[in-house]
């Protein structure tokens, strides 16, 4: 069984006498995932955690993308690749009409029209060289209903931009934070609100950044309480933890 629609769905037909005992019996014992034979598409994982099995690009070959994305849209009516470079999301989009690729954010999606709406979040990025990491979370949790506000630029090296921008911060339910270098910005904006900051780290900086591991060390020895942290460049990991966080909360479906 793929999700907590079809569930419904099995349920409700059953119980208005479509189908009997054992047909609802067949189709709730499927077995949750779709052979390809090069991979096990998990057609089970969101009625298990809420969120659809989302499609790492990297390592697989252009055939194989093809035929994921295609059984995906198949099953869910909806689809999320991410780290998808813009020549191999234009194949896609040319193939599976309805498909958008988000360049930034190396992101290539499928939505359902109408979806579920959650908690607003903020997501807030330090530099502009942050900007592909941030993009990433923001489009990952506008694919999973989240309205999102983006606030750019506003690292600590000028902090007053920060200062300007709060009440958009305070307004949110969630702040996703993204820096690199020394990773400050995240501490200083979970001292200023009272909503979970979760911490992305990125790869920016110089030589003794060591690709992101000073700014990640930064972040999880913050002085302020409140943060969690995710791994380097991991804008998707970010956003589908405040979303999950949402769904505890009461403000997911």
Do not use: W
């Amino acid at each position: 069984m793929t999700n907590a629609d079809e569930l419904r769905g099995v349920l409700a037909d059953l119980a208005a006498g479509r189908i009997d005992v054992d047909a609802a019996m067949a189709r709730l014992a499927e077995a949750g995932f779709d052979d390809l034979g090069f991979a096990r598409l998990d057609t089970d994982r969101e009625r298990r955690t809420g969120i659809a099995e989302v499609i790492f690009a990297p390592g697989k070959t252009d055939e194989q993308l093809e035929a994921l994305v295609g059984r995906s849209l198949e099953r869910h009516g909806k689809v999320l690749v991410t780290r998808l470079e813009a020549d191999r999301g234009a194949a896609l989009v040319a193939r599976f009409p309805g498909l958008r690729h988000h360049a930034a954010a190396r992101v290539l999606e499928a939505r359902p029209v109408g979806g579920p709406r959650h908690l607003p979040v903020a997501v807030v990025s330090a530099g502009t060289s942050d900007l592909p990491v941030a993009e990433e979370a923001a489009v990952v949790l506008e694919h999973l209903g989240h309205p999102v506000d983006r606030v750019a630029d506003v690292g600590v090296a000028g902090i007053h931009r920060l200062f300007a921008e709060l009440g958009r911060l305070r307004a949110a339910r969630a702040v996703v934070v993204v820096a690199g270098m020394e990773g400050a910005l995240p501490s200083v904006v979970a001292g200023l609100v009272d909503r979970p900051v979760v911490a992305v780290p990125t790869s920016v900086g110089y030589g003794a950044s060591f690709g992101g591991v000073a700014a990640l060390l930064g972040m999880l020895n913050s002085c302020a309480a409140g943060i969690g942290v995710v791994n380097i460049d991991n804008g998707f990991g970010a956003a589908t933890l405040v979303h999950r966080i949402a769904r505890a909360d009461g403000g997911g479906a």
